[in-house]
């Protein structure tokens, strides 16, 4: 006898907090973190041995069915984890990435300013360096994954030597250089 249905079919993924209880409620387990493999699997065996459909009573092929699907989701730890966060709801909105999105949008609004106020000239002599970089490294590389991992280095370089070259964000102006931080007993410089 074939049973159909044992496993989900794709793209149909369950979801929400019932639905995961559910899936472990199948196993007859409480949806649980701290669930290990070894659980999961006696678990399953012991409703698979009780709803077979090749018992000689028939079984019940329909919790056998959601004990197979359900299996098939927590035998991993990657799916139990699945299972628990739609058990948990809908996560909140991402709240702080909204607000690192707006300071880096002001940050790149006062980046000119802040170009023409510092070294323009070294940034774009290290801006010519790293695409001679880049160019150099595609002619010798060309399509391997080395090609684009050679540029990202080339990138990353500019990236974190270019900021000696601009001047200090208007936030930074306020605060003293820690070169002009005075020390306990001196006297402050300049004066």
């Not at 149909?12 to 472990?24: I, K």
């Not at 996560?91 to 802040?114: D, H, K, N, Y």
Request: charged share 20%; aromatic share 4%.
């Amino acid at each position: 006898m074939k049973v159909s249905g044992l496993r989900p079919r794709k793209g149909r993924r369950r979801a929400g907090p019932g639905a995961a209880r559910e899936t472990f409620g199948a196993l007859g387990l409480p949806a649980d973190p701290s669930l290990t493999d070894d659980e999961i699997r006696m678990a399953w065996r012991r409703v698979a041995a009780a709803t077979h459909p090749d018992r000689a009573d028939g079984g019940d092929p329909a919790a056998f069915a959601a004990a197979a699907a359900a299996y098939n989701l927590l035998r991993t730890r990657t799916g139990r984890g699945e299972a628990l966060a739609d058990a948990a709801g809908p996560a909140p909105p991402p709240v702080q990435q909204q607000r690192s999105v707006r300071w880096l949008a002001g940050q790149a609004a006062g980046l000119p300013g802040r170009i023409r106020a510092g070294r323009p000239g070294r940034l774009a002599a290290r801006v010519a360096v790293a695409v001679a970089l880049s160019a150099a490294a595609l002619a010798v590389a060309g399509r391997t994954p080395a090609g684009p991992a050679l540029v990202t280095g080339a990138v990353t370089w500019l990236v974190c030597t270019a900021r000696r070259d601009l001047a200090p964000s208007p936030a930074a102006a306020g605060r003293p250089h820690r070169t002009q931080v005075e020390q306990p007993g001196t006297e402050p410089r300049g004066q």
